[in-house]
């Protein structure tokens, strides 16, 4: 019987970046997840990764036709079960989804022989039990290819946000945003948050205080995940803070997973 490993999977469905950026907020995830088990017995690996990894993810998976192509939607799931199985996950509907994929990615003759020839163990590589990790996987250095002055929507679930790119920190490594305040149903436009106010955090003496955010894994534009897109660049006009009170500190250090329980708070 034939075998595989999951990188000799990976390798074969020709999609270099998008593997990348999948195994980045896996492995970040995962590596979280563990430090916290570490002090948590309650917590599983698996219960902190998913839920955050598909929001971000179901932007390609659940994405409109006339923005992701079927084809990209199943190397999508194809490569997260792969790399998930890899750190010890597996999901059954997602397993599911990229079995599928796999007969999808056939049919269409999208990708090699050697990928339709190695069916049959890809297949059987994602259905054997996968093995937990014993340390924490390595994460790549944090690079962004944003720029000051940019202007970013942002979608979690069926509603979509706005930032402000305020600097870039480091050697190009995370950008400082600010969100604006309020939600949209559809992905807005500059038109859309020219003028609007900025967000602020409330805290709990009810006073509401400038928030800004350092925020890692924003890397490509356009982004992959098809979370986050550019809509503006060169915008001098920052976020209206009107009676917002001097933030507790200059920024919160967060990621983008973090960034979405952040992104829960605004327009509620």
């Not at 999948?22 to 917590?43: F, G, P, T």
């Not at 194809?78 to 397993?95: D, P, Q, Y």
């Not at 992905?187 to 409330?202: C, N, S, Y």
């Not at 006009?237 to 992104?263: A, H, K, Y």
């Amino acid at each position: 019987m034939t075998t595989i490993s999951h990188q000799q999977a990976l390798d074969k469905l020709a999609a270099r970046q998008l593997v990348q950026v999948i195994e980045d907020d896996v492995a970040n995830l995962v590596s979280e997840a563990m430090s916290y088990a570490k002090h948590d017995k309650k917590m599983t690996v698996d219960g902190y990764v998913l839920p955050q990894l598909l929001a971000r993810w179901n932007c390609v998976l659940q994405g409109p036709e006339d923005e992701v192509s079927s084809g990209y939607k199943d190397k999508t799931a194809l490569a997260m079960a792969l790399l998930l199985h890899k750190h010890g996950i597996a999901e059954s509907a997602l397993t599911a989804s990229a079995v599928q994929a796999i007969d999808n990615l056939n049919a269409a003759v999208a990708l090699s022989d050697a990928f339709f020839r190695n069916t049959d163990a890809i297949k059987d590589l994602l259905a054997s039990p996968p093995v937990a990790l014993k340390k924490r996987p390595s994460t790549r250095e944090n690079l962004t290819f944003l720029r000051a002055q940019d202007v970013l929507a942002l979608q979690l679930g069926q509603y979509f946000y706005a930032a402000y790119v305020h600097e870039i920190r480091g050697f190009n490594e995370y950008p400082i945003i600010e969100l604006y305040d309020g939600r949209f149903d559809s992905r807005p436009v500059m038109a859309d948050v020219q003028g609007r106010a900025a967000w602020g955090e409330t805290f709990n003496d009810g006073q509401t205080r400038i928030s800004m955010h350092a925020v890692f894994g924003m890397r490509h534009v356009p982004d992959p995940a098809n979370q986050f897109h550019l809509i503006a660049s060169g915008i001098t006009t920052t976020p209206e803070r009107g009676s917002l009170l001097p933030s507790v500190g200059m920024f919160t250090v967060s990621d983008l997973f973090q960034l979405q329980t952040v992104l829960k708070k605004i327009g509620v």
